[in-house]
T-cell receptor
Framework: DAGVIQSPRHEVTEMGQEVTLRCKPI?????LFWYRQTMMRGLELLIY????????DSGMPEDRFSAKMPNASFSTLKIQPSEPRDSAVYFC????????????FGPGTRLTVT | GIQVEQSPPDLILQEGANSTLRCNFS?????LQWFHQNPWGQLINLFY???GTKQNGRLSATTVATERYSLLYISSSQTTDSGVYFC????????????FGTGTLLAVQP
């Protein structure tokens, strides 16, 4: 199994630009989670999907952030416009119907907004 | 919501030493996981252990669900064990959300 795949692994962009992060969950998993990790705030859950439907987006910081899951094998997290305070590592995780809620994490995308 | 506390916040060991990391949680849970975040930032699953005891090589974990705590044991530590260890518990109900502790930063010195 390839595990959770994220791209790009690193992204450097200028303030005001649009950023799109991508995630492919583990095949057969039906839940997908987007997290953000910073030194100040630790790991924060931004949004999660169940069967491609957004269930809880209460962690999305503001309207500049949006997430979609058009099918069971692909999700995007978009930031438009990006700001320096968005600099962080963004993780995607997925879980399946097996053990209750067991999550597997992707390698993360390190985003730097200058 | 459920509170998750980990101790100690940081730990320095000499290679070969043993250690115990603790995770306390404030309510009953149906999911508990231990993760290792290595110095390259990857979050690696160590154990899925809502109750009972499991072992994997030099690592073992025990969760006493009735007393709302879990322990991670690292024996004969190696420099590659360095990193941050997170405990995360299921938020319960119909959600699959995980609530993360603040982690234990472990440094193993040669």
């Amino acid at each position: 199994d390839a595990g959770v795949i994220q791209s790009p692994r690193h992204e450097v962009t200028e303030m005001g630009q649009e950023v799109t992060l991508r995630c492919k969950p583990i095949s057969g998993h039906n839940s997908l989670f987007w997290y953000r990790q910073t030194m100040m705030r630790g790991l924060e859950l931004l949004i999660y999907f169940n069967n491609n439907v957004p269930i809880d987006d209460s962690g999305m910081p503001e309207d500049r952030f949006s997430a979609k899951m058009p099918n069971a094998s692909f999700s995007t997290l978009k930031i438009q416009p990006s700001e320096p305070r968005d600099s962080a590592v963004y993780f995607c995780a997925s879980s399946g119907r097996g053990r209750v809620g067991e999550q597997y994490f992707g390698p993360g995308t390190r985003l730097t907004v200058t | 919501g459920i509170q998750v506390e980990q101790s100690p916040p940081d730990l320095i060991l000499q290679e070969g030493a043993n250690s115990t990391l603790r995770c306390n949680f404030s309510d009953s849970v149906n999911n508990l996981q231990w993760f290792h975040q290595n110095p390259w930032g990857q979050l690696i699953n160590l154990f899925y252990i809502p109750s009972g005891t499991k072992q994997n090589g030099r690592l073992s974990a025990t969760t006493v669900a009735t007393e709302r705590y879990s322990l991670l044991y690292i024996s004969s530590s190696q420099t590659t064990d360095s990193g941050v260890y997170f405990c995360a518990v299921g938020a319960g109900g119909a959600t699959n959300k995980l609530i993360f502790g603040t982690g234990t930063l472990l440094a193993v010195q040669p």
